[in-house]
C-alpha cells in the first residue's frame, strides 16, 4: 500500500513540475491509477494482469502524445490578431488544445489568473496578457 502511495505521490508532482495539471484530464488520472494497479499486480506475480494494465496506461500516454497537432491556419484564411495575439499564441498562454470550449477557455482563465494576478504575486503584464489570451479565443468562437 506503500508503494502505491508513493508512486501517486510522484506522479502528482511530476505533473506539477511540468504544469500540466492545469490540461489534466480523467483519463489522465485514470491511467496513472491504472499503471499503479498494474505494479501491484506485477509485485504479486499476475503478470498478464499487470502487463494488460500497465499496456493500458502505456496506450493513454501514447494516445495523449499523439494527439492532432494544432494546425496553423493558412495566412490567407488567418483571422485577424485581436489585441496583436494569435489564437495559437493565445492558447499556449491558457494552456488549452485547439478543440477547447468555451467553458473550457474560462476554466483555464480563472486557473492562470490564480497564479498571475498581482495581488497573488504575479504581475499586471501577466494578468492583461492573460485577459488577452482569453478574449482573442472567445471572441473568435461566437
Do not use: C
Amino acid at each position: 500500500m506503500k508503494v502505491v502511495l508513493v508512486l501517486a505521490a510522484l506522479a502528482l508532482y511530476w505533473a506539477w513540475k511540468k504544469r500540466e495539471t492545469q490540461a489534466l484530464r480523467i483519463g489522465d488520472v485514470a491511467a496513472v491509477v491504472a499503471a499503479i494497479i498494474g505494479v501491484r499486480f506485477g509485485m504479486k506475480g499476475q503478470i498478464p494482469l499487470a502487463l494488460l494494465s500497465i499496456g493500458g496506461a502505456g496506450w493513454w500516454y501514447w494516445f495523449r502524445k499523439n494527439e492532432a497537432p494544432d494546425k496553423p491556419l493558412r495566412a490567407d484564411r488567418a483571422p485577424p490578431a485581436i489585441g496583436g495575439m494569435s489564437t495559437e499564441q493565445a492558447r499556449a498562454v491558457l494552456g488549452v488544445s485547439r478543440l477547447a470550449d468555451e467553458d473550457e477557455i474560462r476554466a483555464a482563465h480563472r486557473r492562470l489568473l490564480l497564479r498571475v494576478h498581482p495581488d497573488l504575486g504575479g504581475t499586471a503584464d501577466q494578468t492583461a496578457e492573460a485577459n488577452a489570451a482569453r478574449d482573442a479565443l472567445i471572441v473568435r468562437r461566437t
